[in-house]
């Protein structure tokens, strides 16, 4: 079966074939670094793991590229307000080169927690700015351009099929909650190329240009670092569905007008990871973060295996309730795998056929688990489970047969009161009045893990 996967331009799920050979080049929009990234961030940066662990799976050769948004992300999607690293460097009393710096090597670390690839290249736009003065000189030799008192404008009505991603004409694409107007744009849906510097402003982060003083605008970041990477063109192209309507329909817009046409070949986006009634989101100021997962005493992982089990393209509803029951799942598999005899060289060829046909048919995770599953139930001898369950764990990437009861230790008896009254506070359904004990644990060294045999401590 041929790997097949969905994609945004066009609305249809596709088989895939990369442009050139066995190559294929992924472009993985990255963080905008000025605060912790949150779990609805992270939920993304799995599902691209998972892509890029099929396609390895499949033989292919992946270049991976990552950028770094480290200047240039204004407060809305208008191209107005401040950018947010200067705005957090004010807030927090430092410098925005140390604000980048500080969340960038927080988000890598997170995504290590997560068990996700390091991708093969991570470009950052600030190191990359002659790279967006070059292309923003291509447009304008290309007229689709144009100069306002706060910088240079690409203008959409010079590019008719502007709105091909999101399905939305100009004419719909209008200012909304989050865009502050500017006038001055001959129509809502131009968006900036080069923001000029206001002396009243005192940016940190600023470089001279052929138009004056000032910073690139967020959109052509990503163009001018994809092309330098991949100038023959993309193969795939990921992101949140958020960057859908305006980031990457942005990008498609100045690509092309630069002479650069059907330069990616798949757009692939994530679901967003919703609360109850809400998306999470950092301007909605409902953010969790990996930090707090880890504050209270559970495995980094758990969150993986809690967005595997949705599908990609599907929101994912989160409550703590539901990452407890993932986390105590996660628990209950490793200690059965880890229990459980040796590897052997031969597999069970008939559950990794059914696994790979799911995994191919879009990145189908939800099913992937439950052939998982199925094998734990089958009469298969364990050793042969344990080389297929290696097998799946390339694309899961969980962990499964790390060695985890072995570090189980024999709690005190003050470590079995605390514990005997989560147990008690979990029985009442007071999951706060747990949480606490969790966090008591957790403070004095030592993490819970809940198996079928009740809970087990560990060193954190």
């Known amino acids: 079966m041929a790997l097949r996967l969905y994609n945004t331009l066009g609305r249809k799920i596709q088989d895939f074939s990369p442009r050139r050979g066995t190559g294929v080049g992924l472009y993985t929009c990255g963080p905008t670094v000025y605060s912790t990234a949150h779990l609805g961030n992270l939920r993304t940066y799995i599902f691209e793991d998972v892509l890029r662990r099929t396609l390895e799976f499949n033989g292919y050769k992946v270049k991976q590229v990552m950028n770094v948004t480290d200047v240039g992300h204004l407060t809305d999607d208008g191209d107005m307000g401040e950018d947010k690293i200067e705005k957090a460097a004010k807030l927090e009393k430092k410098s925005a080169w140390d604000i980048a710096q500080e969340h960038e090597t927080e988000f890598f670390r997170d995504l290590e927690r997560l068990n996700v690839l390091k991708p093969s290249g991570v470009l950052r736009a600030t190191e990359h700015i002659d790279l967006q003065i070059e292309l923003i000189k291509k447009l304008e030799t290309k007229g689709v351009t144009y100069r306002i008192s706060d910088g240079i404008y690409f203008d959409t009505s010079k590019f008719p099929t502007y709105g091909q991603l999101s ?39 600023e470089w001279p240009s052929p138009w004056g003083v000032g910073f690139p605008g967020w959109h052509i970041e990503c163009s001018a670092m994809s092309i330098s990477q991949f100038p023959r063109g993309l193969d795939i192209h990921c992101g949140g569905i958020d960057h859908i309507a305006v980031h990457h329909e942005n990008e498609i817009a100045q690509n092309e007008a630069a002479g650069h046409k059907d330069f990616v070949k798949i757009w692939m986006h994530g679901e967003f990871l919703v609360l109850p009634g ?88 939800p099913q992937a688990l439950a052939i998982m599953h199925e094998l734990l139930k089958s009469d298969y001898p364990w050793h042969a489970k344990r ?34 009254n989560r147990e008690d506070a979990r029985r009442e359904k007071n999951f706060p009045q747990a949480d606490e004990v969790r966090k008591k644990l957790l403070a004095s060294g030592f993490i819970v893990d809940d198996t079928p045999d009740g809970p087990r401590l560990r060193k954190a």
Request: aromatic residues 8%; negative net charge.
């Open 167 to 205: 399905g939305q004409t100009r004419n719909e694409k209008r200012a909304g909650a989050r865009v502050e107007v500017n006038t001055e744009k001959r129509h809502p849906s131009d968006f900036a190329l080069w923001k000029f510097s206001k002396p009243e402003d005192k940016r940190q982060m």
């Open 278 to 365: 809400q998306r999470m989101g950092k301007s909605e100021g409902n953010s969790i973060t990996l930090p707090d997962v880890i504050g209270r005493g559970i495995h980094p992982l758990a969150f993986r295996y809690l967005c595997l089990q949705s599908h990609y393209r599907a929101p994912l509803s989160f409550t703590w309730e539901s990452l407890t029951a993932a986390s105590t799942g996660l628990n209950n598999l490793w200690l059965q795998i880890d229990t459980n005899g040796d590897t052997a060289r031969v597999g069970c060829a008939e559950f990794e056929e059914r696994f790979h046909a799911v995994v191919d048919d879009d990145l189908n995770t």
């Open 387 to 420: 080389q297929s369950l290696s097998v799946f764990d390339t694309i899961l990437g969980l962990d499964l047969l790390s060695v985890r009861a072995s570090q189980w230790i024999e709690p005190t008896p003050e470590l079995r009161v605390l514990l005997n």
